[in-house]
C-alpha cells in the first residue's frame, strides 16, 4: 500500500517517529559513553585497590631477596645462605597472596585485556622462582643474569599497576597516576643500586663492571625521578615534598655523586656501607610514604570519580527516558487531535450530505418553510489550518442549503405561475360555456345545434385540462 492512501495518524506517527529516532540514537551513545567510562573508573579501582597492596607487599619481598642474592653471591657462606632462605619463603608469602588476589574474581571481570596480560607475564615469572633459586644456590647462573631477573619480576609488578591505572580512560586523567607509578619505579632504581652496593660491599670490591651499572641505575634514577615528578598532580607534589626530607635527598645525591666519581681501581666502594644503607632506608620510605598515600588518593578518586559518573548517568538517563516518553506521549496527543477533529469534519460532511440536505430537500418539495442558519449547524472553527477548512465548511454547506432553498422557491414561483394561467383559462373556459349554452337554448337549426354542442365539448375538455 502506497503512503498516499495510508492514514493521517500513520503519517503524523511517521513524520514524528522519524526525528525521535535519531533522538534515541544520539541519547543510547550519550548514555553508552557515559557508561563506559564510568565503568572503566570502577574497574580501575577495583583493579588498584586489590592488586595494590598485594603488589607492593611482593615488590618489597622481590627487593630484599634481590639484595640478599647480591650478597650470597659476593659471599656464599651458610649464614648468607640462611637469610637468604628466610627471605625466600617472605617472597613465597607475598607471591601467593598476589596469585590468590590476581585469581579472584573481582579482579578477573575488572582485568582489561592488557591488565590481564600483565598479570599472567608476572605470574609466570614468579612461577619460575624455584628454578631461579636452585640456580642461584648451585651458582650455575651468574650474578648479573641473577640480578636481571629480579628486576624484571619487579619491573612486571609495575606494568601490572600501570596497566590497572591506564583503566581509568583518557590520557588527561591516566598522566598524573603514572606519574605515581614511576615515582615508584624511581625508587625501584634506588633500590637496584642498593642491592648491587650490597654485594660490593660484602666482596669488599667495585669493579669497574658493577662501577658501570652502578652509574646506568643513578642516570636511570634520577631522569625517572624527575620526569614523574614534573607530572605528578599539584597535591602528590605537595605531598612529596612534604615528605622527603631536603637533607636525606642531599646526602643521597653527594653518597651517589661520591660513588659515580671513584675509581674501578678502589678495592671496596667510596662510601661507607652504613651511611649508604641509612641514607637509602629513609629516602625510600620516605618515597614510598608519599606513593602509599598517593596511590590511596588514587584509589579513593577513582571511586568518587566512578559514583559522580554513575549519579550523572542515572540522571542523564532519567532525564532522557522522560524526554522521550514525554515526546512520544505529546507526539501521540497531537495525532489524536488532529485524527479526532478530522474525523469530525467528515462526520459532518457524511451528515450534511446523506441526512441534512435531504431532508430539507424533501421539506421543500412538501411546501415547508425552512430556516438555513437552523438546518446548518457551523462546526466551531480555529485559527489553525483545520479549522479553516471547517470554515469553508461551514461557508459551502450554508451555500448548499440556500441554493436548495432557493431553487424551492424558484420552482414555487412558476408552479403559480400556471396556477394563475390555468386559472385565467378556466374562467374565460366558464364565460365561453355560458355564452354556449345561451347560443344553444336559441338555435333551431339542427345543423347549427350540432355545431355548438361540439363547441361545448371542446370547451369542456379545455376546462378540465386547465
Known amino acids: 500500500?502506497?503512503?498516499?492512501?495510508?492514514?493521517?495518524?500513520?503519517?503524523?506517527?511517521?513524520?514524528?517517529?522519524?526525528?525521535?529516532?535519531?533522538?534515541?540514537?544520539?541519547?543510547?551513545?550519550?548514555?553508552?559513553?557515559?557508561?563506559?567510562?564510568?565503568?572503566?573508573?570502577?574497574?580501575?579501582?577495583?583493579?588498584?585497590?586489590?592488586l595494590g597492596q598485594p603488589v607492593a607487599v611482593l615488590q618489597r619481598a622481590l627487593t630484599h631477596e634481590r639484595a640478599q642474592v647480591n650478597i650470597y653471591y659476593a659471599s656464599p657462606t651458610s649464614e648468607t645462605l640462611a637469610v637468604l632462605r628466610g627471605r625466600q619463603a617472605i617472597t613465597e608469602r607475598a607471591a601467593a597472596s598476589f596469585s590468590a588476589a590476581a585469581r579472584s574474581a573481582p579482579v578477573r571481570d575488572s582485568a582489561s585485556p592488557a591488565g590481564r596480560g600483565a598479570i599472567a607475564v608476572l605470574g609466570r615469572q614468579l612461577a619460575g622462582l624455584p628454578a631461579l633459586r636452585a640456580k642461584i644456590t648451585s651458582m650455575s647462573m651468574s650474578g648479573q643474569d641473577a640480578f636481571?631477573?629480579?628486576?624484571?619480576?619487579?619491573?612486571?609488578?609495575?606494568?601490572?599497576?600501570?596497566?590497572?591505572?591506564?583503566?581509568?580512560?583518557?590520557?588527561?586523567?591516566?598522566?598524573?597516576?603514572?606519574?605515581?607509578?614511576?615515582?615508584?619505579?624511581?625508587?625501584?632504581?634506588?633500590?637496584?643500586?642498593?642491592?648491587?652496593?650490597?654485594?660490593?660491599?660484602?666482596?669488599?670490591?667495585?669493579?669497574?663492571?658493577?662501577?658501570?651499572?652502578?652509574?646506568?641505575?643513578?642516570?636511570?634514577?634520577?631522569?625517572?625521578?624527575?620526569?614523574?615528578?614534573?607530572?605528578?598532580?599539584?597535591?602528590?607534589?605537595?605531598?612529596?615534598?612534604?615528605?622527603?626530607?631536603?637533607?636525606?635527598?642531599?646526602?643521597?645525591?653527594?653518597?651517589?655523586?661520591?660513588?659515580?666519581?671513584?675509581?674501578?681501581?678502589?678495592?671496596?666502594?667510596?662510601?661507607?656501607?652504613?651511611?649508604?644503607?641509612?641514607?637509602?632506608?629513609?629516602?625510600?620510605?620516605?618515597?614510598?610514604?608519599?606513593?602509599?598515600?598517593?596511590?590511596?588518593?588514587?584509589?579513593?578518586?577513582?571511586?568518587?570519580?566512578?559514583?559522580?559518573?554513575?549519579?550523572?548517568?542515572?540522571?542523564?538517563?532519567g532525564i532522557g527516558l522522560a524526554a522521550v516518553i514525554l515526546s512520544l506521549a505529546l507526539s501521540w496527543w497531537i495525532a489524536f487531535k488532529l485524527v479526532r477533529q478530522l474525523r469530525g469534519l467528515r462526520d459532518s460532511a457524511l451528515d450534511m450530505a446523506t441526512v441534512r440536505l435531504p431532508d430539507v430537500v424533501r421539506r421543500l418539495r412538501a411546501g415547508e418553510e425552512v430556516d438555513v442558519t437552523a438546518q446548518v449547524p457551523l462546526l466551531r472553527a480555529g485559527p489553525d489550518e483545520i479549522g479553516q477548512v471547517k470554515a469553508a465548511f461551514n461557508a459551502a454547506q450554508h451555500t448548499a442549503v440556500e441554493a436548495a432553498v432557493d431553487e424551492a422557491r424558484v420552482r414555487r414561483g412558476i408552479n403559480d405561475v400556471f396556477r394563475n394561467l390555468a386559472r385565467r383559462s378556466q374562467s374565460l373556459l366558464e364565460r365561453q360555456m355560458t355564452l354556449l349554452d345561451s347560443l344553444e337554448r336559441r338555435a333551431v337549426e339542427p345543423d347549427d345545434l350540432e355545431g355548438l354542442f361540439r363547441m361545448d365539448h371542446l370547451a369542456t375538455r379545455m376546462r378540465r385540462h386547465a
Do not use: C
Open 1 to 50: 500500500m502506497s503512503l498516499r492512501r495510508r492514514s493521517v495518524l500513520l503519517r503524523v506517527a511517521l513524520l514524528v517517529l522519524v526525528p525521535l529516532v535519531f533522538l534515541v540514537g544520539i541519547f543510547t551513545y550519550s548514555i553508552t559513553t557515559s557508561a563506559r567510562s564510568a565503568l572503566a573508573l570502577i574497574r580501575s579501582k577495583v583493579m588498584v585497590e586489590d
Open 148 to 317: 636481571a631477573a629480579y628486576n624484571g619480576m619487579v619491573a612486571a609488578s609495575y606494568k601490572v599497576l600501570e596497566q590497572a591505572i591506564r583503566q581509568e580512560g583518557p590520557s588527561t586523567h591516566v598522566l598524573p597516576a603514572i606519574a605515581v607509578i614511576e615515582l615508584a619505579i624511581s625508587k625501584e632504581y634506588l633500590q637496584q643500586e642498593s642491592a648491587l652496593l650490597d654485594g660490593d660491599f660484602a666482596a669488599h670490591a667495585f669493579p669497574a663492571s658493577a662501577h658501570q651499572a652502578f652509574v646506568s641505575l643513578v642516570g636511570a634514577h634520577r631522569l625517572l625521578y624527575e620526569q614523574s615528578y614534573s607530572y605528578l598532580s599539584p597535591q602528590d607534589r605537595r605531598q612529596l615534598n612534604h615528605d622527603l626530607s631536603p637533607r636525606a635527598a642531599r646526602t643521597l645525591a653527594m653518597l651517589e655523586n661520591r660513588l659515580v666519581a671513584s675509581s674501578a681501581r678502589h678495592s671496596a666502594p667510596a662510601v661507607s656501607e652504613r651511611s649508604w644503607n641509612d641514607t637509602v632506608a629513609v629516602v625510600s620510605s620516605q618515597i614510598q610514604r608519599a606513593v602509599g598515600q598517593a596511590e590511596a588518593r588514587l584509589v579513593s578518586n577513582a571511586r568518587s570519580q566512578a559514583n559522580a559518573e554513575l549519579r550523572d548517568l542515572y540522571l542523564e538517563g
